[in-house]
């Protein structure tokens, strides 16, 4: 079955540490990876996405992501959080005849000061 | 141009009641795709429509929900004699025609509450 698995619902950081949101995936042919974020009462903003090449993807506000085809993983990092990256985070897997969207539970980044 | 518009942002109906929530997708896109936001869960897929068609609904509830993208106007998702289960946010998102893999862009949702 196609899943997306998110397994950290909740993670805080200090500002400016480094940090990295994991995500796996299960997905029967070649998946379309994504990871959006979500600040309270609004809508998805797409960070970034991999479709194909290189599997190091830059996104948008200095986030990067790396898929691992042998692990079937696609974690987030950015080298150093600022207090406007709290918020929460999904990772999501589409493709096939729709591209529906599979998205993972979540998570939930609080930024200490 | 302008990016996808749900409305209304926030919508509060007693049970029985209907639900009417409306997506404009964003200029030149023709799919459109709703999800649902359960508290403290992901999203999830609902129905995904074309122009005048519906293409995979294989997310929609069996009974009392219903969507529709016409020829002309806003795509409608059409909840019928709510329930306190059907509160939650409701997401649409719209993508261009004919690129698989096409990254879906997503309003900022209407939230339903159920009284």
């Known amino acids: 079955a196609q899943s997306v698995t998110q397994p950290d619902i909740h993670i805080t950081v200090s500002e400016g540490a480094s940090l990295e949101l994991r995500c796996n995936y299960s997905y029967g042919a070649t998946p379309y990876l994504f990871w959006y974020v979500q600040s309270p009462g609004q809508g998805l903003q797409l960070l970034l996405k991999y479709f194909s090449g290189d599997t190091l993807v830059q996104g948008i506000k200095g986030f990067e992501a790396e898929f691992k085809r042998s692990q079937s993983s696609f974690n987030l990092r950015k080298p150093s959080v600022h207090w406007s990256d709290a918020a929460e985070y999904f990772c999501?897997?589409?493709?096939?005849?729709?591209?529906?969207?599979?998205f993972g539970t979540g998570t939930l980044l609080a930024v200490q000061p | 141009n302008a990016g996808v518009m749900q409305n209304p942002r926030h919508l509060v109906r007693r049970r029985g009641q209907e639900a009417r929530l409306r997506c404009s997708p964003m200029?030149?896109?023709?799919?459109v795709y709703w999800y649902r936001q359960l508290p403290e869960e992901g999203l999830k897929f609902m129905v995904y429509?074309?122009?005048?068609?519906?293409?995979?609904e294989s997310g929609m509830p069996k009974e009392r929900f219903s969507a529709e993208f016409p020829k002309e106007g806003p795509s409608i998702l059409r909840i019928q004699q709510v329930v306190r289960g059907d509160s939650a946010a409701y997401f649409c998102a719209s993508s261009p025609p004919d690129r698989v893999g096409e990254t879906q862009y997503f309003g900022p949702g209407t939230r339903l509450l159920v009284l």
């Open positions: 200029k030149g896109h023709s799919h």
């Open positions: 429509l074309q122009k005048e068609n519906i293409i995979d």
């Open positions: 999501a897997v589409g493709g096939g005849a729709t591209n529906k969207l599979i």
